[in-house]
């Protein structure tokens, strides 16, 4: 069992940053991949960036070059530095995980998530 909790949301201006943090409580939590989500309303949710449990990480293409995932095992947390901030960034951002993954850009994939946190990007 992992309990998720997201932090750092909040409103930016375009071309701005945010980091957003995941903080994870439980068992085991190196031996977990990790994604985030987001979810605009009226919109699926889709995926933003993944990090493996040996720390391999992949992106959207809608935010390659921009955002960047990174974990801390020994702090039971995951962050997602935010960069270059776009309006079309705005949504709510949900972190994820999974012990076993098989496609990694797929919600249904994960068994825990946080509660989410809301980005506003104004331009």
């Known amino acids: 069992q992992v309990q998720l909790v997201e932090s750092g949301g909040g409103l930016v201006q375009a071309g701005g940053s945010l980091r957003l943090s995941c903080a994870a409580s439980?068992?085991?939590?190196?031996?977990?991949?990790i994604a985030w989500f987001r979810q605009a309303p009226g919109k699926n949710r889709d995926f933003v960036a993944h990090?493996?449990?040996?720390?391999?990480?992949y992106y959207a293409d809608s935010v390659k070059g921009r955002f960047t995932i990174s974990r801390d095992n020994a702090a039971n947390t995951v962050s997602l530095q935010m960069n270059s901030l776009k309006p079309e960034d705005t949504a709510v951002y949900y972190c994820?995980?999974?012990?076993?993954?098989?496609?990694?850009?797929?919600?249904?994939?994960?068994?825990?998530w946080g509660q989410g946190t809301q980005v506003t990007v104004s331009s």
């Open positions: 439980g068992r085991a939590f190196s031996n977990y991949a």
């Open positions: 990090i493996r449990s040996y720390g391999n990480t």
């Open positions: 994820a995980a999974a012990r076993f993954i098989g496609t990694m850009n797929r919600a249904d994939e994960y068994d825990y």
